[in-house]
């Protein structure tokens, strides 16, 4: 078997870890054959060995395992199990690490095993699990350190933090942070580079404390070096560019800054700093994109704070701190109150980047157009000549693309009226450049859709499509497009029959090689469908059964499409899995299909989660179909957690006063009278009304 293969096989693994399951067809695409064929082969071992040595050797709580006897096991994963165990010559406590059994025929997987032993060993910090010792068992491999809490690591604390309602002491973070810099400071004198930084791998403590863990790619300057591949050094998503680019020999002390300022914006933002459904698309983002600024991620969090991230993850590591030290003085300062030495890019740096990548977009980007002030200020410049109208209303337009949800974590979209004044602006001075106009229009559509101000997005997007029909045809993929948007916006706007009218149309003329377009109106045009049928079911009216027939059966056309190799879409795909989700959860349960509703929903969820992050707005309507089918099994206790993060993701996401989020929250509380939680929804019901909304 090829090393090639075997880094391949491991990093998988951790993908798995990760909570990703990548598909191993997709993962192996872009290596040589030869690994490619060794990696199938150990994925195949490893499928088909799985169900009888996942549970490692066959031990039971109170069975002595070596020097250790067994307590209770308190994690298992793809590379092994960990148990809480006593170390029956000192009496102490220990989390007992044991290497996976089809690992362990492995000599790279035991030699990296006995790497991280060897790593920890070397020093000693408050902010690192502490290692007792580690050994070989039986034949099995195992570790044994620090017990900490009960083997939580931040990926759990980021899940428990999103639900929460109550408000996130930043500066508690960034000292728990501090913290654990100044332990890979210590580490990185020692000679140590960690080299897999990352919430999987720093440990809870029961007292709230954090400490890091896992050294099993550490690099040991005295000792000869593992030869990994750049795939297997590290975690992609928190891999910093010149690892990708360079492999294990290009990283230093500056790349591990990197990695600690993705863990870092991760706890922050509650949302990666490169989200990417795969890890191609990992490896793409940190190569050529900037994440969102964690102002937009996430409201309240520090600028201070965000400056110190935004540096430790500069793509230009001479641009980067210097030293984990130095990171982790920047971060006791903000602390201590005292102003930070990270400083905002200039106008000149955020301008020339952007340019190199989305030159339309940068202008408006390095002017710092984030509000209604900016865009006003171009369009007051823009007024002296129409030519310059043009000109700065499609920069302005730039503005629009930062809304999609599909490509950032969260949208406050608070200035929904800039949109809309954008529109007024194409639609009365841009008479003379009608494929400008409605290429604007159309911006302002999608503005205003991803903003869920459907009834105001409908004006242009009328407007745009009539444009695009007389300049480039009434049945070019321009129009197309429009159209799209548009019977998209009428569905949200209850206009159901005009919205399926336009999508049949687009189906019938949709080129083939168009699959996007087709699976989006088939996506449409199944939700026009169950919408109708609720039409029929409150009229009174017959033919219900047929709407919601006619939908499910629209909704697995799409899905047919979305799983045909090439087709990406990871937005679609975890929008139609929500759309069955609701289908089978409902109108579908009285059969045996039932059972496919908590696949679905909980697909859906894993997919806007794991592709755009925490506060994605679609996230809401999937925790509120959880909600209802939660509600239906009389499990309201559930029910009304979702609800709660549903309200707080759309408060996050659009303002405390937007309609949509009001109605989640009157929703929050109608179900904590159902789950019997009198008092509290009283207590919600009287807070409500104290803000001045109504409970109608």
Not at 224 to 244: D, F, K
Not at 274 to 302: M, T, Y
Not at 399 to 414: C, E, G, I, K, N
């Amino acid at each position: 078997m090829s090393k090639a293969a075997e880094d391949l096989f491991h990093a998988w693994l951790e993908g798995r870890e990760d909570g990703s399951r990548p598909d191993p067809g997709e993962f192996c695409k872009g290596h040589p054959e030869e690994a490619r064929e060794g990696f199938r082969t150990l994925v195949e071992d490893y499928e088909g060995l799985v169900k009888v040595l996942q549970r490692g050797p066959d031990l039971r709580s109170g069975e002595v395992f070596g020097r250790y006897s067994l307590r209770r096991r308190i994690g298992r994963g793809a590379t092994g199990v960990v148990w809480e165990a006593e170390e029956l010559q000192f009496h102490r406590s220990v989390a007992l690490k044991i290497l996976h059994p089809l690992l362990a025929l492995s000599e790279h997987a035991r030699e990296r095993f006995q790497r991280e032993s060897e790593a920890a060993a070397r020093f000693e910090h408050a902010g690192v699990a502490k290692i007792y010792g580690a050994g070989e068992t039986d034949g099995f491999y195992w570790i044994a350190q620090e017990l900490i809490g009960d083997g939580a690591t931040l990926w759990d604390w980021i899940e428990l933090e999103r639900r929460r309602s109550d408000q996130t002491d930043f500066r508690a973070i960034a000292r728990k942070f501090e913290i654990l810099a100044r332990a890979l400071s210590a580490a990185h004198q020692a000679g140590i580079l960690h080299r897999d930084i990352k919430p999987g791998n720093i440990l809870v403590a029961a007292d709230g404390s954090w400490k890091l863990a896992d050294f099993g790619l550490a690099q040991l300057d005295d000792a000869v070096s593992l030869t990994l591949s750049s795939e297997g050094a590290g975690t992609p998503a928190y891999m910093a560019p010149e690892q990708i680019t360079g492999g294990v020999s290009a990283a230093d002390e500056r790349s591990e800054v990197f990695s600690f300022g993705a863990t870092l914006y991760e706890v922050l933002g509650l949302a990666r700093a490169f989200q990417a459904a795969s890890r191609e698309q990992a490896v793409h983002r940190i190569l050529h994109d900037r994440p969102a600024s964690l102002g937009r991620v996430r409201a309240g969090i520090p600028n201070e704070l965000v400056l110190v991230v935004s540096k430790a993850l500069e793509r230009d590591r001479a641009r980067r701190y210097r030293s984990m030290e130095d990171l982790a003085a920047d971060l006791g300062r903000f602390v201590e109150g005292v102003p930070v030495h990270a400083k905002p890019p200039t106008i000149v740096r955020r301008t020339r980047a952007w340019m190199r990548r989305e030159p339309w977009k940068a202008g408006l980007l390095a002017l710092g157009v984030a509000s209604l002030i900016s865009v006003s200020f171009l369009w007051n410049r823009a007024s002296l000549h129409l030519r310059d109208t043009v000109e700065a209303a499609r920069l302005a337009g730039g503005f629009v693309d930062l809304l999609d949800p599909d490509h950032a974590a969260t949208q406050r979209v608070a200035s929904f009226e800039a949109l809309k004044s954008l529109g007024e602006l194409a639609a009365n001075r841009l008479g003379e450049f009608p494929e400008t106009q409605a290429r604007i229009l159309l911006d302002v559509g999608r503005g205003l859709r991803w903003a869920e101000r459907f009834d105001d997005a409908l004006p242009p997007l009328e407007r745009a499509m009539d444009l695009a029909r007389k300049q480039w045809g009434e049945h070019s993929e321009q129009a197309l497009e429009v159209e799209l948007q548009f019977a998209w916006c009428l569905g949200r706007a209850e206009q159901h029959s005009r919205a399926r009218t336009i999508l049949e149309g687009i189906l019938e003329t949709a080129p083939e090689a168009r699959a996007d377009l087709r699976a989006y109106a088939l996506n449409r045009l199944g939700q026009a469908w169950w919408e109708i049928a609720n039409d029929r079911k409150d009229g009174g009216l017959p033919g219900e059964d047929d709407a919601r027939a006619r939908a499910g059966e629209l909704w697995r056309e799409t899905q047919a499409i979305l799983e045909a190799p090439g087709i990406g879409l990871p937005a679609l795909r975890a929008l139609n899995d929500l759309d069955l989700g609701i289908f089978y959860s409902t109108w579908a349960e009285i059969g045996e299909e039932a059972e496919e509703a908590e696949t679905f929903l909980q697909r859906s969820y894993q997919g806007f989660l794991n592709n755009f992050g925490p506060f994605h707005p679609e996230l809401v309507y999937v925790l509120v179909a959880r909600s209802d089918y939660l509600g239906r099994l009389g499990r309201n206790e559930e029910a009304a957690q979702e609800l709660l993060q549903a309200w707080k993701i759309s408060a996050k996401a659009h303002g405390d006063s937007h309609p949509q989020t009001l109605e989640w929250r009157r929703y929050y509380i109608d179900r904590l009278e159902r789950a019997g939680r009198l008092k509290e929804a009283e207590l919600q019901r009287l807070q409500l009304e104290a803000e001045g909304y109504s409970l109608d």
